[in-house]
């Protein structure tokens, strides 16, 4: 959820604005490519379609198991298996949570980071939860950008997600 709406008229402002302030030349890099087309809409329901394959392909390169319905029949990820019926960017932040996840919590339900917004069983996850506070906070910070790297990796709407998830403010 945004917490500042931005006005289309000033995106363009306020992304310039942005990448001046990135020190690191390879930072100013990344961030044009999230940022190229400054588009901010997800993505349209024929691109949805296959946004959510190259999601479900990149799945299948981490060798992370698939199984049907969404997460709101219980977990996103249940500790073995990942929920597949979501859209892509929850997909692939899914699997930036699996790439960041020390191996013992890998076996955990929602990486034992407790219930996510798609969590339908929020009591099993926060029983498995083992990380809390900041500790917490900054992996799902690491976790957010990471999937907003991948999607901008496989040409997914990736400024949606950046903006979404408030990496302007």
Known sequence: MILTPLADDRLSIVLAQFAESLSVPQARAVFA???????????????????????????????????????????SWDGSVLRGETEAYVLIHEVAHFQLAAP??????????????????RA?????????????????????LLGVLWESELGHPALASLLDQNWLE
Not at 51 to 66: E, K, R, S, V
Request: without cysteine.
């Open 33 to 75: 490519r999230i940022a190229e087309g400054a588009n901010p809409a997800r993505a349209t329901p024929k691109n949805s379609i296959k946004n959510n394959a190259d999601a479900l392909d990149l799945i299948t390169t981490f060798d992370i198991g698939l199984k049907p319905g969404a997460p709101q029949l219980d977990v």
């Open 104 to 121: 013992a919590r890998r076996r955990l339900v929602d990486f034992g980071l407790g219930p996510g917004p798609e969590t339908g069983d």
């Open 124 to 144: 099993r996850a926060a029983q498995a939860q083992v990380l809390f506070g900041l500790a917490r906070e900054r992996e799902e910070a690491m976790a957010s």
